[in-house]
């Protein structure tokens, strides 16, 4: 009897341990609540097409460092006017960011001169990397400063678009350069995340808790004016999550309900890409 509980002690050890690390999910889950949970979409973006999206009239490539030796990807299209308003856009959980960044920039600019550009998140598209909200987070940052010295443009005259999850990662950038008195000339976002938990593996996810991604206490050094806008048919990040951003912003923000109008709607949306050229045209005449 004695050799048999010896052999059995590890295995109710061993279960032990296996029952609170399959639960410590749920727990977890209990103390953040129920939040929209997701896969990281990061598919890699042939050099093929990275060269053709870069063909494309008057747009080039672009890469940033980051200080882990990181290099995110990206396009740029420069403007003829060296004053021009420049717009930067941060993308959401796309496997096609650079792809769908440019589109909506292009939509954005309309037929205005102004200088267009958009990064890959680390891991997405030809950008190196894994993805994190830790990384994510110091790379708003980086990418927001590398367009304001590489390019040459005063954040006066860089504007913020995000979309998605990359409201989480714009956020971060914009907050942090505030602080640093480097205040960008306006701030837009489309069915931006509130919280959401963004997992490697959706088979695994019940196993593991994944990334949890919160943008509420990055708003605190964000300043205004910010445009948030949000889609009511939105099953993605519902509307609630985009009341959310503007309540806490407050007075900073001006929030615009789109009814009917779903996520991916918003990239394409003429009404939401109207506002935030408008609110960039207002901010360029300051």
């Known amino acids: 009897m004695k050799r048999r509980s010896r052999l059995l002690a590890p295995l109710a050890v061993f279960g032990t341990l296996s029952l609170a690390a399959l639960g410590r999910p749920a727990v977890l889950r209990l103390v953040h609540g129920s ?62 960011q650079l792809t769908a960044g440019q589109d909506v920039l292009e939509r954005i600019a309309a037929a205005n001169d102004w200088g267009l550009v958009v990064y890959a998140n680390r891991g997405y598209d030809s950008s190196g990397g894994v993805p994190s909200p830790d990384a994510f987070r110091e790379d708003g940052y980086r990418i927001l400063m590398n367009v ?14 995000a979309f998605s999850m990359g409201g989480y990662v714009s956020a971060a950038g914009v907050g942090r350069a505030a602080r640093e008195q480097k205040v960008v000339g306006s701030y837009s976002t489309l069915a931006a995340v509130e919280s959401m938990e963004m997992v490697h593996s959706l088979p695994l996810s019940r196993l593991f808790m994944g990334d949890i991604v919160e943008t509420l206490p990055l708003l605190a050094d964000v300043p205004g004016p910010v445009l948030v806008q949000h889609g009511t048919d939105d099953k993605t990040l519902p509307v609630a999550q985009g009341k959310k951003i503007a309540e806490a912003l407050g007075t900073r923000a001006e929030f615009h309900e789109l009814p009917g109008v779903g996520h991916a709607d918003m990239l394409t949306n003429g009404d939401a890409l109207a506002a935030v050229r408008a609110t960039i045209e207002t901010a360029s005449r300051r």
Not at 60 to 72: E, F, W, Y
């Open 35 to 96: 939040l929209p949970r997701f896969q990281y979409l990061a598919t890699p973006l042939s050099p093929a097409a990275y060269d053709a999206l870069a063909a494309r009239p008057r747009w080039a490539k672009t890469s940033v460092t980051i200080s882990d030796g990181v290099a995110l990807n990206g396009l740029v299209k420069r403007p003829a006017r060296g004053d021009a308003p420049w717009v930067l856009f941060f993308p959401g959980n796309d496997p096609s």
């Open 148 to 161: 304001v010295q590489a390019e040459h443009v005063e954040p006066a005259r860089l504007h913020v678009v």
